[in-house]
């Protein structure tokens, strides 16, 4: 199992827009050739938009695109003609395939946190597509099957257990609270790659609830 803390990130955003980023991988001018991807996971960025910021439209093409709002409302716009306001607990899918542009912004009165994930489709090209699932609850698994993964959110009272699913790659991250994982502590904003994950388990910290993000991957 490999830890990266949070305060390992990269930095990036801009400050004075209201954008504040931190990227769990090599990204933009941040290029760290020996941290590029784990798996299908290319990208896991942190951002906070004060209220009115944003990301203009912009392009995206051959990435599988999955948000987890942590605090706030992400408003959503793209070139296919969806928009959607994304709220804590909605999963958002982009899939942009051969190519689509889309506008992210706070448009509401308070602070945006959320988690966004870029992962590689197993097969280039195609068309653009869209989809949201409001309020996933804990049981229910999010399939992405054009990047050969599964995506398990875990909301854990305080020292609630929770069984990690076994997979040949498996991504976490933390996204409140404290968790322990097979003997480290992680806290928000900490994440673990872990290969051939096998009977290992999530244990919430007494101090209050944890949430954690648990990407199941195939290895190879």
Known sequence: ?????????????DPAAGIESLHAFSFGP?????????GAVLACNEERL????GFGEHPHSHTEIVTWVVEGELTHRDSAGHESVVRPGDVQRLSSAGGVRHVERNDGPVPLCF???????????????YEIVHGI?????????????????????????TAVPDAGLLYAHVVR??????????RAGDAARVTDAKDLEAVAGSGGAAEVLLWEMTAG
């Open 50 to 53: 004060a209220p009115g910021a």
């Open 177 to 186: 609270g404290e968790v322990l994982l097979d003997g480290e502590t992680l």
């Open 115 to 129: 988690v966004q994930m870029w992962l590689a489709p197993l097969e280039p090209g195609g068309d653009p597509a």
């Open 137 to 161: 609850a804990d049981s229910t698994p999010y399939a992405l099957p054009e990047a050969g993964a599964m995506l398990h959110v875990r909301r854990l009272a305080p020292g609630e257990r």
């Open 1 to 13: 199992m490999d830890v990266r803390r949070a305060d390992e990130r990269y930095r990036g955003g």
């Open 30 to 38: 941040h290029y760290d050739p020996d941290n590029l991807r784990f």
